[in-house]
């Protein structure tokens, strides 16, 4: 008789595992919103000395889009470029206010100039490339306007060229983008 009682007590666990899950994914799809198809602008960070980025999205459906992001940098001691893509779902929080999530990777290169380092000067410029893959979190609003802001946190492991010591990158930035 034992036996019976612990098998319907697992039963009853299982309806109630099914339950909640079944009414956790409705809560998601009955919050989901159409994301604009495009989005272009700028991602404004700290991203590893390279600045901003230019910044474009193409929603793929209701809820999951794509992110590319070019960003580089150019002055006396360093050039450098970064090109970043990432898949991202997003979830509707309320209105035109959402959150997200991704996964992604890129590929950048630099070229180190030494002449402008007289204490650090080997005889020759550093240069190389690297491969980088990233996950991405943030939240954003979009305005009734043709206008979207975010704000997102995208840490970032470098494979490569030396491009950084430790090979991680902690990235925080500001979005603002125009929608169509």
Known sequence: MSNFAGLTKLSNMKKILLTFALVFGAMLTSQAQEIPNNALGLRLGDNDGFGGEISYQRGLGSNNRLELDLGWRDNKHYDAFKLTGLYQWV???????????GVGGGVGSYSHNDDHHPHHNDGHDDSGTFLLVAGD???EYVFDIPLQISLDF???LYFGDDFRDDNFG???ALGIRFTF
């Open 91 to 101: 979830w509707n929080i309320d209105g035109g206010f959402n959150w997200y999530a």
């Open 137 to 139: 979190i943030g939240i």
């Open 154 to 156: 995208r840490p970032e």
């Open 170 to 172: 902690p990235d925080i």
